[in-house]
DNA sequence: TTGTAGGCGTTATCAA
DNA sequence: TTGATAACGCCTACAA
């Protein structure tokens, strides 16, 4: 690999012109910088990104951290796209992405991770709602520049979509169809976005006079098809039965939707649904679902410009980015029939 | 953070001592390696990455490489399978790994990805069909070693599903049920696990006596369930229409059964469907799809301990590497009936 | 078995 | 505006 000792002796000047030629700086002539650049071009020359971190303590680099709990979880669409956009964006910015996967259970919540104490990133972004809060504490102690997404923590910068609102418009759309026994298809509550969008559902509920029922709100432990079938039949056991449900996620409400299609039930005539988070899948779905829209790759490139804006200007308060939900109209919703 | 010479002044020796007894160097006494090693863990002390990179040229990082091209196939649970089990594996094996997309279009063949200029990475994996020939002959002519997963390329390392038979043993399941007019739903044949899977279909075929005929084999652009329900709306205009469908992979498997559900066909009654992949979904789905596994987080496993194997032993022929397949049955598929 | 000294490639400091 | 020199933290001959 040639160095900057190649190139100066090439432009018969030494290594630290170099150095400051092509890092711009404004004290050399603009000829030497020509010169100095176009040689530096020909001979394809990299700075070598050890020994610049070595020095400077930037390594231009990015760890993207996500616990592994089951496996649905790392395949998870949703933070595949986070994950895709925020190294989108950093690579924009200049940055590389570290990325790691704490397996659940390996997780020592009082150690930083290797990444962290080996020194490879300037800057750290926490994804998902289960990162153990004494884990979240240890690693903002040591002062990297952090942010979380899909997830909150006081003192530290978080990016989250506005949950509360997405699931309080989706069920006001429910009831201005004229719905009055709305069920509720939960997650895991101490996931904060599941939590944020039971609270916007009861809120709804609450506005148009409907008194909350705890029989019509069902906990599951995870968040997939599976458990949206299994959600169904929980709520389908109440008298009366609902005439919609409104899902913690959208695999749950595919779930909802083809277990009541398995019994005979017709969507959207007989049973109204809608999920949040709008996956790919959801548009090519039957009945497309109506669901709610997480803007997934814009919190993901929000998180990036957070982390590097904060790497650049260290010293602002927490902050804590809410994105905007979107309710998208589709098939798998009617009005309440007589 | 603590360095080297924090230890060594703690130890009273020097710090080629502390790094010696740290690196296990036998030359080190017993007693002053336990000594030293016992500081080193109070201190928390963890060896700075650029500084060891700089000297041993190692910088125990891999770069996984992927080119994006739609949005779904970067979130294709298929490669973030594969993504999550070889950083499984690197993590185990000492090694980091550095995540990047290349945005289709912006991918200059000529000139190998930054994280390797810059030698930020000791190997690279690349991923994915759709890497250009050049491209991959750039990287190769660097030096770097280097592992292809889900493609193929001569001198190159490469780590495959066992494409055709897989496809083969659906097909020849099919007709063992007794199906003699078997569709096949095909995505992009220069994708090579596409190619192989089609070949696969013909091959059984051919050994079962019933003639390959064209007229049975769409080509979708894409591999999506929307795809999916297109391809099954062209075959469908074929008469006599497939009493069978061997789909390229299981989204467009889960569209062809939502689409003969929609118009009144069943399934497996009416019509058997066969997808590959084994993804989440498709044991979810109802019917619950019968189809071909591929083992993925193998396949991402033994992509990294190859190239770390590489790594350590550069003087290697090329090898390719057919992770072996299986038919997973289930209830998409029935017996032809009379 | 341990210490000294040099060097990896770059940037930063100080002098010219 | 440029050059010489030191320094970042670690490893590794060579010397002791």
Known sequence: MVNIKDIAKKARVSPSTVSRALNDDPKISEETRKKIKEIARKLKYKPNQAARALITRETKTIGFLILKKEKPLVADPFYSIILYSAQNELHELGYHLLYGIIPHGKLNPQKPPRMLQEERID??????????????????????????VDNYSENVDSVLADNIRGAYIATKYLIELGHKIIAFASGPLDHISVYERWEGYKKALE????????????????????????????????????????????????????????????????????????????????????????????????????????????????????????????????????
């Open 123 to 148: 800057g750290l972004i926490l994804a998902g709602p289960d990162m153990p809060k004494e884990f979240i504490e240890t690693i903002r102690k040591t002062g990297v520049p952090l942010v979380l």
């Open 207 to 338: 506005e148009a006079g409907i008194k909350y029922n705890p029989e019509y709100t069902v906990k599951e432990k995870e968040l997939t098809m599976k458990t949206g079938r299994h959600a169904f039949q929980i709520l389908w056991e109440n008298d009366p039965k609902p005439t919609a449900i409104l899902s913690a996620n959208d695999p749950m409400a595919l779930g909802i939707i083809q277990c009541a299609k398995d019994i005979g039930i017709k969507v959207p005539e007989e049973l109204s649904v809608i999920g949040i988070d709008d996956i790919d899948l959801s548009s090519q779905f039957d009945p497309p679902l109506t669901t709610v829209r997480i803007f997934k790759e814009e919190m993901g490139s929000i998180t990036a410009k957070r982390l590097i804006d904060r790497i650049k200007n260290p010293n602002q308060p927490p902050i804590k980015i809410i994105v905007s939900t979107e309710l998208i109209i589709r098939g798998s919703t009617a009005p309440l029939r007589k």
